[in-house]
Each structure stands twice: as C-alpha cells, then as structure tokens.
C-alpha cells in the first residue's frame, strides 16, 4: 500500500470514528470533513507523550472541533438529524454558514448593522470554545506555529488568517482575533481552517491516537 492511500485510508477511519462514535453525553456528534493531504510531521517526542498530543489531548481536540463545527453547520436534531443553527436572526435559526450567505446577498442596511452586532457575540462563543486549544498549545507556541506552517503549506493555505493569528503574541491571540474578525465570512473561513488543522493534526499522532481509544474503552 502506498503512502498516499495509506493516508487516506487513516483520514477516513479517524473521521469516521469521530462521526459514529460519541466520546459521552457531553459531546455532540458531527460531520467531519475529508483531507486527502498527507498528514503533519509529528515527532515521535510529541506523539503519545505525557507532555505532547497524548489520548487526552485528542479528546480536547475533537471536542474542539465538534463545537467548532456546530458552530459553523448547526447542531443535529437527534429524531430527524438534520442541522439546526444555534442563532436566531431574523425570525429564523441560522449557523455561521448560513449567516456568512445572508451577509453575502442581503441589500437591507438593517440586516447588515444588525448582523455586524450578532457577529461580535459569535466571536465570543467561539473564543469560548477555542480557549482549551491555546491553553494547551501555550509554552508551546513556536512547536504549533511550525506544525501550523506545514498545514498551510500542503492545503495551499498561506495566507490563511490562522496561521496570522497563531503568529501574534502569546496571550494576545484572542484580541487580534476580535479586532480583525470584521465579518461572518472572515470568521467562517477561520473555523473552517481551524477544524482542517486540527484533523490533520490528530491523523498525525497515531500513538495518541490509540491512547484514546483505549480510553474511551475504559469509559
């Protein structure tokens, strides 16, 4: 088997993991996209040790990107499992996604103010959700950052505001983000770079990998 379907292979089976099994009660079931890129160059000294991307880690990880991505398409109904928005705009749920589309084809000033104030309290939340990962990425900032690069390198994604972002200041991270996350289509963008990431990322660590599924044995 070649590298490049060895590769696929491991992307379908995390993400189809991630899809079918529920980590517990707390952790929403979602779709995750499909990378056919191959993954991150993960060091053995970060792969399944105590102080690097361990099975606990990952399970941080894929609650973020859970959160992240019913942020972005909704959150499934559990009788018909169709997505539901969590933002109620306009007299309709919306997710990111579908207020990125409204902000796109709507001519109505009102709309635009009033979309331009819900767009500060979606920040909010996602700076809620995204904590976890830069406390568990802080001291180690310049490791993420090269990780970060060698994304951006193979999804052709360099100019990506995350990688910007994860340049900026350690602790000022969120600031950078309030300040230059001016519209849902900036914000979408970025949760959909940080999900791509982080997937590519947990394919990397097989041996963290395989501490969380012994840990989700033993729950």
Same mark, same amino acid.
């Given at each position: 088997m070649s590298m490049s379907k060895r590769t696929i292979w491991w992307s !379908? =089976? &995390?993400?189809? =993991?991630?899809?079918?099994?529920?980590?517990?009660?707390?952790?929403?079931? &979602?779709? &995750?996209?499909?990378?056919?890129?191959?993954?991150?160059? %993960?060091?053995?000294? %970060?792969?399944?040790?105590?102080?690097? +991307?361990?099975?606990?880690? +990952?399970?941080?990880?894929? =609650? +973020? +990107?859970?959160? !992240?991505?019913?942020?972005?398409?909704?959150?499934?109904?559990?009788?018909?499992?169709?997505?539901?928005?969590?933002?109620?705009?306009?007299s309709e749920h919306h997710s990111v996604a579908s207020l990125t589309n409204l902000e796109l084809n709507t001519t109505d000033h009102k709309i635009s103010k009033d979309l331009n104030v819900l767009l500060l309290d979606v920040i909010e939340d996602f700076i809620k959700i995204a904590q976890p990962f830069m406390d568990q990425a802080r001291g180690a900032k310049p490791v993420t950052l090269q990780f970060m690069e060698e994304w951006a390198e193979k999804h052709n994604k360099k100019d990506s505001t995350l990688l910007n972002w994860a340049k900026e200041k350690e602790g000022q991270e969120f600031d950078i983000l309030r300040q230059d996350t001016t519209s849902f289509i900036k914000l979408e963008q970025f949760c959909i770079d940080l999900v791509s990431f982080l997937s590519d990322l947990i394919q990397s660590c097989p041996r963290g990998w395989q501490q969380f599924l012994e840990l989700q044995k033993k729950k």
């Open positions: !379908v =089976f &995390v993400y189809g =993991f991630i899809l079918f099994h529920p980590l517990d009660s707390n952790l929403p079931q &979602v779709e &995750v996209h499909q990378h056919k890129e191959p993954p991150i160059k %993960v060091p053995s000294l %970060v792969d399944g040790t105590p102080f690097g +991307i361990n099975g606990n880690e +990952i399970r941080k990880l894929i =609650f +973020i +990107i859970r959160e !992240v991505e019913k942020m972005l398409h909704g959150t499934p109904d559990p009788a018909t499992k169709e997505r539901r928005g969590d933002y109620f705009f306009a």
